[in-house]
């Protein structure tokens, strides 16, 4: 009577602890790209570079979940580097005929500028998919909920069959 108890109790403990570590892992990797994103003013493509670097650093995770991107808005599962600060920092500046201040480069539509401006917050983040489901219940564990759109392992989000996540966000001030 007391086994199937037990085996649900082992299992979630089981499923938790891989939930934890892939969050351990996307933490470690948004750090590590928040870092990079701090220090790569005078890069060419610091916002790539950032990508890169957070990517590399979730090594254990599905990397086809943790696609890049560089607009704040995109769907869970990437990179989101956004910016707050009088400096204007920005990761796609597009507007023709600009220059970028640390490299010379011109900005073009098909070859956006990633502009660094020092003193500026930079603000990296990631989701990634989780399943922490109690079995014979509606109830997931994992924090994050969305109900529309897509999911990052291509399931469409609605409020009968919503997609969770674990997230983690780091923020950074661009040296």
Do not use: H
């Not at 086994?3 to 979630?12: H, I």
């Not at 392992?153 to 661009?174: E, L």
Request: with cysteine.
């Amino acid at each position: 009577m007391v086994l199937p108890l037990l085996s649900m109790l082992l299992v979630g403990i089981i499923y938790g602890g891989i939930t934890f570590y892939d969050y351990v892992i996307l933490a470690e990797g948004v750090a590590q790209g928040a870092s990079t994103l701090a220090m790569s003013r005078g890069a060419a493509t610091p916002c790539t570079a950032a990508q890169t670097a957070a990517q590399k650093n979730a090594y254990n995770l599905n990397q086809t979940y943790l696609s890049a991107c560089t607009t704040a808005g995109c769907s869970p599962g990437v990179w989101q580097p956004t910016f707050t600060g009088p400096g204007g920092s920005s990761c796609s500046v597009t507007t023709a005929g600009t220059t970028n201040p640390n490299t010379g480069a011109n900005c073009t539509t098909t070859a956006p500028c990633q502009i660094l401006v020092s003193g500026d917050y930079g603000t990296i983040g990631a989701t990634y998919p989780c399943n922490l489901s109690i079995p014979f219940t509606t109830f997931n564990l994992c924090p994050v909920k969305q109900t529309t759109g897509t999911g990052t392992n291509g399931a469409t989000c609605s409020a009968s069959a919503p997609c969770y996540f674990i997230s983690s966000q780091t923020t950074v001030r661009i040296e």
